[in-house]
């Protein structure tokens, strides 16, 4: 081995060390190869998308969002409680040809997968509603049990003040970041990594009908609709954990 090797070697277990002993993991995240960002691109693109989906994208930020999960097209892919489908419209087609999508609204009743066969468990703004039936530790439960060991767990959800204590039930519909960690952490999952691709400054997070007030709910109705219209969708939290190897 050279000097250089050595080195590199040496430098590598350092910063490895210094990961862990911040209390930050060491972890290969996987990361979207060019071939699937190609083929997402053009379905995002295409002209035959349902026109409301398709207007949501600035908010959503598809293929930011899938790209900082590492979706790749041969993965094993479970989309956890896809509700009106709007990731299922390009997650499927995506995942068809050499991979696997699952959209499962599985309860405490199902199971939706064998245990250890999922590459990547997604669920997108549903903490709440599984805190308000008292049903999350069994969702996460099972999400865990339904991953490869190494597998990964892509969380977003409508981000609490981080100085506002938490509703348990969370009826406004949004959940502090650090309590949906815990909440996550306490199935086994490992914590790898947060994005801030979802955030939005603008919401004030204080509306008397809780985020369903914003787009696209509206549930007030005509009531300051250009005001809640110039906000925009929710401000959101997009998390990455993985089920650890052993």
Excluded: C
Aim: proline share 8%.
């Amino acid at each position: 081995m050279t000097t250089l090797s050595r080195r590199r070697l040496v430098g590598a277990f350092a910063t490895a060390g210094t990961l862990a002993f911040r209390g930050l993991p060491a972890f290969a995240q996987s990361t979207m190869d060019p071939a699937t960002e190609a083929k997402l691109r053009t379905l995002l693109a295409n002209p035959r998308r349902n026109p409301e989906n398709a207007a949501r994208d600035p908010y959503r930020h598809p293929l930011e969002t899938l790209k900082f999960f590492g979706l790749r097209q041969d993965m094993k892919v479970l989309e956890v409680w896809p509700a009106g489908g709007w990731w299922t419209e390009f997650l499927r087609p995506l995942l068809q040809e050499k991979g696997y999508y699952g959209g499962s609204g599985f309860s405490t009743k199902e199971i939706p997968v064998r245990p250890d066969t999922m590459d990547l468990v997604l669920t997108f703004r549903n903490i709440h509603n599984w805190m308000g039936d008292n049903s999350v530790r069994y969702m996460f439960d099972t999400m865990y049990a339904s991953l490869k060991p190494g597998g990964y767990l892509g969380v977003e959800e409508h981000r609490a003040p981080a100085n506002v204590p938490q509703d348990p039930r969370a009826v406004s519909g949004y959940v502090r970041e650090d309590y949906a960690i815990s909440l996550i952490e306490l199935s086994g999952f490992k914590f790898l990594a947060k994005s801030e691709i979802n955030a939005n400054p603008k919401d004030t997070k204080d509306y008397p009908q809780g985020v369903w007030t914003l787009p696209p709910s509206y549930v007030e109705g005509a009531k300051d609709r250009d005001k809640y219209a110039a906000i925009g969708e929710s401000d959101r939290f997009t998390l990455l954990f993985q089920k650890p190897l052993s």
